[in-house]
């Protein structure tokens, strides 16, 4: 079922020109068409790839602690990450930004390591654009050096990885670019997550993000949507991981940028066979200044009215209906202090009130984790650094912005 509240309702990502805006209201009424995907090869490179083989992590690391993830229920019922015995756990971390952009340079050895050490980070995201201005769809690089030595990395530091399919533009995971690239014919999302699923299957600190932020379908109209678009894309990816990696976490992307996870509910991602796949979460992304409560609708800029903490934290109980944190297990995989596009208000003030909700102040006192956006320069005043070289480690204060020195500050709080 779908909350029905009109706070709790999910018209438009923030950020967008007003144009897409209006051409959102106006398809608001029409039923989303599903798409006719087309889908291209897998190399059979990806399909007979060597599997690494198991890693042994670094004694008292997160990852030797914790060992492999998986979905479970805490004390209450309500089902969260956990660590391999059950118990609930909190990954806390940072995500970097495109990787074919300047911020590329921050994804060294050296600053793995710092990032573990001296930002207490406990999971890295890595954010694989895919078609964007010399993406991945342009750079096997991304792939074939980058990331393995981002596994190799992170594993020695003993923190989790995250590897995220950037999904962005165009906003429809089913997008020929996606699955059947126009420059040669390859399903690209289908050839990745068959490389990746065989290749790092033995390693206990991966987990993937199938789809970032969905959001427009590729020819116009409709905001892409959950039951005809993404979940099916999502099934599709997690028939391919589990044939060979059977219980990674798989982080599914949800309705309007990720903003909308509630349109999931009663309609959860399932095998063929219509059971539910096990070790699954869901995405929900904010941007402080824009996902709150409301309360800067009516001043200029991209504010949404929706109660955001309303629906993720307490839900209505009057109508009987429960917040999203008591019913579905949510990874925060991208938050900023800023509103939506990241250039404009930084606001500690209400990004206070998200991580109090995220370390278990909700009615289903699930302790969610997250990843910040992003180790970066660039992005706006969302960036955590001021430039993109150097003074990383030791750690220099002086290489941090202002939202930077938030989550630095924010990383080293205990629970």
Known sequence: ?????????????????????????????????????????????????????????????????????????????????????????????????????????????????????????????????????????????????????????????????????????????????????PTNGRDLAGDFFTYCSRRYKNLKHIIYEVCNEPNWHYEGGPGVDWTTEIKPYCEEMLDIIRSNDKDVIVVCGTPWWSSCPELVLGNEVADKDGKLYENVMYTFHFYSATHNDGRLKDEPGNHRPDDFYGKMAKGDPEKGIKSVLEQLPIFVTEWGTTEASGWHEFRPDLTDIWMDILDGNNSGEQIVSWCNWSFSAEGGVCGALKWNTGKISPMDPEILTESGKYVFKRLHMKK
């Not at 074919?100 to 994804?107: C, F, I, S, T």
């Not at 207490?120 to 096997?140: K, M, S, T």
């Open 1 to 181: 079922m779908m909350l029905s509240m009109a706070l709790l309702s999910c018209n438009n990502k923030p950020g967008e020109a007003d144009t897409d805006k209006a051409a959102a209201d106006s398809s608001s009424a029409e039923s989303a068409q599903t798409t006719e995907i087309q889908r291209g090869y897998i190399d059979s490179i990806s399909s007979n790839v060597e599997a690494l083989p198991a890693f042994d992590y670094p004694a008292g690391s997160p990852v030797a602690n914790w060992g492999k993830l998986k979905v479970a229920t805490n004390k209450k019922g309500v089902r969260c990450m956990c660590d391999e015995k059950g118990n609930p756990i909190q990954l806390r971390g940072m995500s970097t930004h495109g990787l074919q952009w300047a911020g590329v340079a921050n994804v060294t050895e050296r600053n793995m390591k710092a990032l573990r050490n001296e930002w207490n980070c406990n999971v890295f995201r890595y954010a694989l654009y895919v078609d964007e201005e010399g993406g991945y769809a342009f750079n096997p690089q991304f792939r074939n050096d980058i990331l393995e030595k981002v596994v190799k990395w992170t594993a020695e530091n003993g923190i989790y990885l995250l590897i995220d399919w950037h999904v962005h533009k165009p906003g429809n995971p089913n997008a020929p670019q996606y699955r059947c690239h």
